[in-house]
Nanobody, 116 residues
């Protein structure tokens, strides 16, 4: 059974940096595509960044140049490094593991609050 656990959220000041971690259980982690999403109350969940098993990455326009997604297959963990944080980055950040190209397993989310 695959489980996804996010960590690393917290309260920061505008301009600060933060690294989120997504730990995924499962022996075939290296074959999973992993995505980071975020959601503000009252709004739809939106894509932040994804990383495939090949290591190829994709970013939302809103975080390009400020976000870096990476993976450590030895640790079954994906990271999202965010810099130059803005108040509008305040959201609950979710990690999603896509298995076999069709099965999505979500974590419980981690809150990032950016104050001005």
């Amino acid at each position: 059974q695959v489980q996804v656990v996010e960590s690393g959220g917290g309260c920061v000041q505008a301009g600060d940096s933060l690294r989120l971690s997504c730990a995924v259980s499962g022996s075939t982690f290296s074959s999973f595509s992993i995505g980071w999403y975020r959601q503000v109350p009252g709004k739809q969940r939106e894509l932040v960044a994804t990383i495939r098993s090949t290591g190829s990455t994709n970013y939302a326009t809103s975080v390009k140049g400020r976000g870096t997604i990476s993976r450590d297959n030895a640790k079954n963990t994906v990271y999202l490094q965010m810099s130059s944080l803005k108040p509008e980055d305040t959201a609950v950040n979710y990690c999603c593991a896509r298995i076999g190209g069709y099965l999505d397993i979500w974590g419980q989310g981690t809150l990032v609050t950016v104050s001005s």
